[in-house]
């Protein structure tokens, strides 16, 4: 009965974000912020979701999220630029060693697959060693992999320091928000599916989840190469919203973005973090920009306004939620319209409250 | 075959130079409540932790039904340091994993407990039925969730859901199944401990003190709790415990030990009555 009340609830709500993007694709908000924040907002959405699920859900630390965007971007620009564009895009080798051209969605898993790939080389050491260790790992492999995508010698293949682009890119807004829908629920599946609470237990308590039968280092490899898949993915899409990739911008500040979004959505929560990346990029590309200029009121600067400055507020707005409000946004909650009506009815019914209260109190997964 | 499901050989474990456990030799028959006793420190939970793959053993065997467990003799470094007079007598290396041991049908619970305290009482069993899954990530991902496709992940998930709520209807628990672990009562969490250790479907159920801060009301519970679920899933029991009523009323043989060392074992009467145990054990155990 409520379930089914929720549901309607959910396609309603989904129907109208459909019917709103549509509307923007089809006016002339297509090239406006609200546009580039809306397609960058659910690009990171996905990228944040792929962290969360180690982050948050397996309990493990990864810091190379960048790097693994680096490589699906990469993987997708190879593989997609047509042939014929590839003699101007590689201008410096020669037109570049690969002659072929694939599919855009072909390109899309590819790029997962890549990094996955990655990911799996990295964790076939590192997985067995205590926790902490993969953090360093990533971190550094995420430097070193740029570096390396930048070395000259590579240059027929990654166009050396050089831009990549003439890619297939999309058209409509809506390209990125059904990509990210789709792998997002795929994470969402496969959380609430049996490996998803292996995950989970792995989070809780390592020695308790060994003890329960739980093979750690197979169950933590799985973790971390699906996060780095849809990193992947999300690296991919990047490139098409950026219509270029050039692998000096995937540096550790994004994956620091990035980890920041997770943190500020609730660590363990993934429409926390759908909602934090949305919020994030609309912060840092839009609403807080005008700390970033000179301001005059009735003639007089006003003071600390400059180049610069939205980064400083950016900082100090970061380690207040650090601070004061560790659990995020959401917590390890998730979105649920139960808690939505309860919300709603709380100033109007004290009895609804009280009766909830009696009730043994069920947790949202 | 022997009707014995774990044997222990001359077990040592030595941490550096402290020997936690000394030349120890056990067995557990089929079917049997046996009791691990002994004072604070006599190395108990290291027993059990050599049993269950946590540590690996400095020298000695372990059998499980009629195959090695885990076997282990001093190098390296261990090989100056090792203070037994077994050198020399064991020379096979195997060393398994936890989660291959639990595997193989030995199930544990924790001196201090280790639910996983964040998730729901229902969830806890649920994972502990994960060992045994045979959908593999891609079926489970895309298929165990979806209730209009009749898939075998499908029905597997709804098989340890159906599965794990007997389970809680088993031990009495099911008014907890939604309700998060961390937050039930002390009692209630020690018998979600037994319940999930169960659900890995052991044939060996090893207990690390269940009865630790309970009163003694709740600790009558536990002992009949114990023979009953030993009866209900055919299992062999090997309990480390200090209520001594609890030990004395169930045990079918009982092991103690002192400063890692073997003092004395046997049934109950024998036991209660060796005057090696009354002085380093029972006497103080009475109040403790
Ligand atoms: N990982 C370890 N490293 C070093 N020493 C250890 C380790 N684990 C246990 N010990 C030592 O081994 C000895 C036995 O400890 P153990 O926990 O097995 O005792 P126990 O019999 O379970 O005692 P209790 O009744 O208090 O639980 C203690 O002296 C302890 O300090
Ligand atoms: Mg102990």
Redesign the pocket.
């Known amino acids: 009965m409520k379930q089914k009340r929720y549901l309607l609830y959910s396609l309603v709500l989904a129907a109208l974000l459909l019917a709103a993007l549509i509307a923007i694709d089809n006016s002339s908000l297509k090239s406006s912020m609200l546009s580039t924040i809306l397609q960058k907002g659910a690009i990171y959405a996905l990228v944040a979701v792929s962290l969360n699920l180690l982050n948050g859900f397996t309990g493990l630390f990864s810091l190379g999220q960048a790097g693994f965007m680096l490589l699906g971007a990469y993987t997708y620009a190879i593989l997609t630029i047509p042939v014929e564009a590839r003699s101007s895009v590689y201008q410096y080798f020669n037109g570049g060693l690969v002659q072929f051209s694939l599919p855009v969605v072909v390109g899309l898993i590819a790029a997962g697959l890549v990094a996955a790939f990655f990911a799996f080389l990295i964790g076939l050491p590192v997985l067995r060693l205590k926790s902490d260790y993969l953090a360093i790992a990533t971190l550094g492999f995420a430097e070193i992999i740029r570096a390396l995508i930048q070395w000259n010698t590579l240059g027929p293949i990654t166009n050396g320091s050089n831009i990549l682009r003439k890619f297939p890119t999309y058209s409509s807004l809506l390209f990125p928000f059904a990509v990210s829908a789709v792998c997002i629920g795929l994470v969402v599946l496969m959380i609430r599916s049996s490996y998803g609470r292996a995950f989970k237990s792995i989070r809780e308590d390592e020695i308790a989840a060994e003890a329960m039968g739980i093979n750690l280092a197979k169950h933590k490899m799985m973790a971390f190469c699906t996060s780095s898949f849809f990193a992947g993915v999300g690296g991919a899409m990047l490139a098409m919203f950026q219509q270029s990739v050039q692998a000096k911008y995937f540096t550790s500040a994004m994956t620091y973005e990035i980890l920041l979004i997770v943190v500020i959505g609730g660590i363990g929560s993934v429409t926390g973090s759908i909602i934090s990346s949305f919020l994030f990029v609309a912060c840092s590309e839009w609403w807080l920009r005008f700390l970033d200029a000179q301001h005059y009121i009735g003639g007089v600067k006003v003071p600390l306004l400059r180049s610069g400055f939205r980064m400083v507020v950016f900082s100090i707005v970061i380690m207040v939620i650090v601070l004061f409000y560790r659990r995020g946004i959401m917590g390890t909650n998730e979105f649920s319209w139960g808690a939505i009506e309860k919300f709603i009815k709380a100033p109007f019914g004290r009895k609804a409250r009280e009766e909830e209260r009696k009730k043994v109190t069920t947790p949202h997964e | 075959m022997s009707n014995t499901v774990l044997r222990m050989e001359d077990l040592t474990?030595q941490?550096?130079g402290?020997?936690?456990?000394n030349n120890l030799s056990l067995e557990v028959n089929e079917g049997e409540i046996v009791a691990?006793i002994?004072?604070?420190?006599?190395?108990?939970?290291?027993?059990?932790?050599c049993i269950t793959g946590v540590?690996e053993p400095t020298n000695g065997q372990i059998f499980y039904r009629d195959e090695i467990l885990v076997a282990n003799y001093p190098q390296g470094k261990m090989k100056k340091l090792y203070a037994g007079e077994n050198a020399g007598k064991y020379t096979k290396v195997v060393s398994r994993t936890p989660d291959q041991i639990t595997r193989m049908g030995i199930a544990r619970t924790f001196?201090n407990i280790r639910l996983f305290s964040s998730l729901t009482a229902l969830e806890n069993v649920l994972i502990a039925q994960h060992l045994h899954i045979r959908s593999n990530l891609f079926g489970a991902t895309l298929l165990s969730q979806l209730s209009f496709v009749k898939s075998k992940a499908r029905q597997e998930e709804e098989h340890m859901y159906q599965r794990a709520r007997e389970l809680l209807v088993e031990v009495g628990l099911e008014q907890y199944e939604n309700e998060v672990s961390g937050s039930l009562p002390y009692g209630i969490q020690r018998r979600l401990e037994i319940a999930r250790a169960l659900a890995t479907n052991p044939s060996l159920l090893l207990l690390?003190?269940p009865a630790a801060g309970m009163n003694p009301q709740e600790t009558r519970a536990l002992t009949d709790f114990i023979v009953e679920i030993k009866d209900r899933y055919k299992l062999s029991v090997f309990m480390?415990e200090?209520h001594m009523d609890l030990v004395m009323s169930i045990s079918d043989r009982i092991y103690v030990?002192d400063f890692?060392k073997l003092i004395a074992h046997g049934t109950r009467e024998e036991v209660q009555n060796n005057q090696r145990v009354i002085d380093a054990y029972l006497g103080v155990a009475e109040d403790a």
């Open positions: 474990m941490f550096g402290v020997v936690a456990v691990l002994g004072p604070n420190g006599a190395g108990k939970t290291t027993a059990f932790n540590y001196q690390d003190e480390i200090h030990l890692g």
